[in-house]
T-cell receptor
Framework: DVKVTQSSRYLVKRTGEKVFLECVQD?????MFWYRQDPGLGLRLIYF???????EKGDIPEGYSVSREKKERFSLILESASTNQTSMYLC???????????FGQGTRLTVV | DAKTTQPTSMDCAEGRAANLPCNHS???????VYWYRQIHSQGPQYIIH???NNETNEMASLIITEDRKSSTLILPHATLRDTAVYYC?????????????FGQGTTLQVKP
């Protein structure tokens, strides 16, 4: 089975800290995604990557950056965490074309 | 990019069929319709996907209209464990991105 693994289920950080959320997939998928999910807003796309070192902005990239140095790993970076970045963060990966995108279990980040 | 619209919420009696509609009127010819569901505090779980033919698997059936502008997910015998948020998404098939675009989803409440 495909596994998409997020490094933490729960994370508490202080305002102004630099935060790294890590996502690793084990199936050689080209495409990887980071979403955030907030009550009443559904899933919103932050960034996605379709190859190593390639990235594109999603709908809400402000306050975030990403890194993809290896195909299996896609990192989301909060340069200076703020309380409005408290959210559930979900990573997903997929091959090109009509294959099934798989999601990780999510990281619930609280910024205090 | 194609967008989807779904009702915000629906109820279904346990043991009855749950029919969840989705509109995707701007879908392109090479775009697939995917359905996911999300139970509280977990990552989205894949259910089914299709291009233009109806599809069935062990979890659900997917009915896509002939003009492909809408679809219906059918859970044939809903159980209390099917209570979740259901997302209908359309996956762009062009280029390398395969970007996933999520709408608000439908909260399905299965009642005893």
């Amino acid at each position: 089975d495909v596994k998409v693994t997020q490094s933490s289920r729960y994370l508490v950080k202080r305002t102004g800290e630099k935060v790294f959320l890590e996502c690793v997939q084990d199936m050689d998928h080209e495409n990887m995604f980071w979403y955030r999910q907030d009550p009443g807003l559904g899933l919103r796309l932050i960034y996605f990557s379709y190859d190593v070192k390639m990235k594109e902005k999603g709908d809400i990239p402000e306050g975030y950056s990403v890194s993809r140095e290896k195909k299996e790993r896609f990192s989301l970076i909060l340069e200076s965490a703020s309380t409005n970045q408290t959210s559930m963060y979900l990573c997903a990966s997929t091959l090109e074309g009509a294959t099934v995108p798989f999601f990780g279990q999510g990281t619930r980040l609280t910024v205090v | 990019d194609a967008k989807t619209t779904q009702p915000t919420s629906m109820d279904c009696a346990e043991g009855r069929a749950a029919n969840l509609p989705c509109n995707h009127s701007t879908i392109s010819g090479n775009e697939y319709v995917y359905w996911y569901r999300q139970i509280h505090s977990q990552g989205p779980q894949y259910i089914i996907h299709g291009l233009k033919n109806n599809e069935t698997n062990e979890m659900a059936s997917l009915i896509i209209t002939e003009d492909r502008k809408s679809s219906t997910l059918i859970l044939p015998h809903a159980t209390l464990r099917d209570t979740a948020v259901y997302y209908c998404i359309v996956r762009p098939g062009s280029g390398n991105t395969g970007k996933l675009i999520f709408g608000q989803g439908t909260t399905l409440q299965v009642k005893p």
